[in-house]
């Protein structure tokens, strides 16, 4: 069997579909940003960073984290002993 070789598209002159370079996507994600910037408003930016700080430090929110992050067997043991004080007051 005898197949004919396909001619590939890389060889062809037009680069409509050619992929932009890296300072380009740069370019366009800098002016996008810029753009959303000037359309929320500095202030509501400020705000919404001011919440996310105070979610943040939550002490709540921050012990939650901890229980989370440890062992569920330890979690549980100190959750008992801690019941069991309780009942003995």
Do not use: C
């Amino acid at each position: 069997m005898f197949f004919k070789k396909k001619k590939s598209k890389k060889n062809t002159t037009n680069n409509t579909d050619a992929k932009p370079s890296r300072e380009e996507i740069i370019a366009q994600a800098t002016s996008a940003m810029q753009a959303k910037r000037e359309e929320i408003g500095d202030e509501t930016l400020e705000q919404i960073r001011q919440a996310l700080e105070k979610r943040q430090n939550d002490p709540f929110a921050k012990a939650k984290k901890a229980i989370m992050e440890k062992d569920l067997d330890s979690v549980l043991d100190h959750l008992k002993m801690t019941m069991r004080e309780d009942k003995d007051k």
